[in-house]
């Protein structure tokens, strides 16, 4: 069974930082780019950032370009993402996933495995 498995999330202020890791097994990243997504209460999951395998590309956002940085370290098998500048609005369930193929991708559609989801509360 994959497993992606997401961390680092939790309460923070507005204006705080946060890193978020993913770890899942080597079969699962390599070769993969990988995303994050986000999920609000009451909303849609939506696109956050991704990255591609060998980490040379990546995309954010326009919501959080500048303030949030994706990596990886694919000897570790995770895929971080450095979180600054935090706004209440960043609240949610941020999930990781494994791409198709060596490029993320800003749909959903694009990703076949799936983490369980870290939350992310930004307080005022």
């Known amino acids: 069974q994959v497993q992606l498995v997401e961390s680092g999330g939790g309460l923070v202020q507005a204006g705080g930082s946060l890193r978020l890791s993913c770890a899942a097994p080597?079969?699962?990243?390599?070769?993969?780019?990988v995303g994050w997504f986000r999920q609000a209460p009451g909303k849609e999951r939506e696109f956050v950032a991704a990255i591609s395998w060998r980490g040379g590309e990546s995309m954010y956002a326009d919501s959080v370009r500048g303030r949030f940085t994706i990596s990886r370290d694919n000897a570790a098998n995770t895929v971080y993402l450095q979180m600054h500048s935090l706004k209440p609005e960043d609240t949610g369930v941020y999930y990781c996933?494994?791409?198709?193929?060596?490029?993320?991708?800003?749909?959903?559609?694009?990703?076949?495995?799936w983490g369980q989801g870290t939350q992310v509360t930004v307080s005022a």
């Open positions: 080597r079969r699962t990243f390599s070769n993969n780019g």
């Open positions: 996933a494994a791409a198709l193929g060596p490029s993320g991708s800003r749909l959903s559609s694009g990703y076949r495995y």
